[in-house]
Nanobody, 114 residues
Framework: QVQLVESGGDLVQVGGSLRLSCTAS????????VGWYRQAPGKQRELVALITTTNVTNYPDSVKGRFTISRDNAKNMAYLQMNSLQPEDTAVYYC????????WGQGTQVTVSS
């Protein structure tokens, strides 16, 4: 079974940057689209970045121009570069496969302080 492990979260100030990492076990990583999600307290989990198997990316307007998703199939890893962080970006961040689905990892906490 696929196991997802997220890391890289931290406490940063407004305007700061972070790079999150996602490690996936198993041999199906390269054949699946990968997404980064976030869930803030009291809110539903939302998709904030998507990268397809052909490296096409998509973002909601709330993070477009600030977040960049990438993947390294040789390492079974995905990344989320987050710049110009705002307090509303505070959340637990997760990675997963939007189409295939997998058990959710523990996530990584991102806190943006003003």
């Amino acid at each position: 079974q696929v196991q997802l492990v997220e890391s890289g979260g931290d406490l940063v100030q407004v305007g700061g940057s972070l790079r999150l990492s996602c490690t996936a076990s198993g041999s199906t990583f390269s054949s699946n689209a990968v997404g980064w999600y976030r869930q803030a307290p009291g809110k539903q989990r939302e998709l904030v970045a998507l990268i397809t198997t052909t490296n096409v990316t998509n973002y909601p307007d709330s993070v477009k121009g600030r977040f960049t998703i990438s993947r390294d199939n040789a390492k079974n890893m995905a990344y989320l570069q987050m710049n110009s962080l705002q307090p509303e970006d505070t959340a637990v961040y997760y990675c997963n496969f939007p189409l295939k689905g997998a058990p959710w990892g523990q996530g990584t906490q991102v806190t943006v302080s003003s």
